[in-house]
């Protein structure tokens, strides 16, 4: 497998965020199963220890981050006096 010049054993790793784990998971470059070219760069997708595969640049949901956001600005907004 072409890995565009990446040593495997340099020490890099990735930590992508894992669906099954809930989290973000290191993982090395025996994790690597596919490599392929985008119009944005190299997407890089490898195996989790669980055995999901991932995406190099995989983020945490936006629906989670989100629902954060919201609670906190309901508990901000009930705090507030109201007008008689």
């Not at 998971?25 to 392929?36: A, M, N, T």
């Amino acid at each position: 497998m072409d890995l565009n010049g990446f040593d495997p054993h340099d020490g890099d790793m990735f930590a992508p965020y894992c669906p099954r784990h809930q989290s973000r998971v290191l993982l090395g470059y025996e994790s690597v199963v596919d490599v392929e070219q985008t119009p944005f760069g190299p997407k890089v997708m490898l195996r989790c220890h669980c055995g999901e595969l991932v995406s190099h640049d995989a983020a945490e949901p936006e629906a989670a981050t989100a629902g954060a956001a919201a609670t906190t600005t309901a508990t901000s907004a009930s705090a507030l006096p109201t007008a008689c």
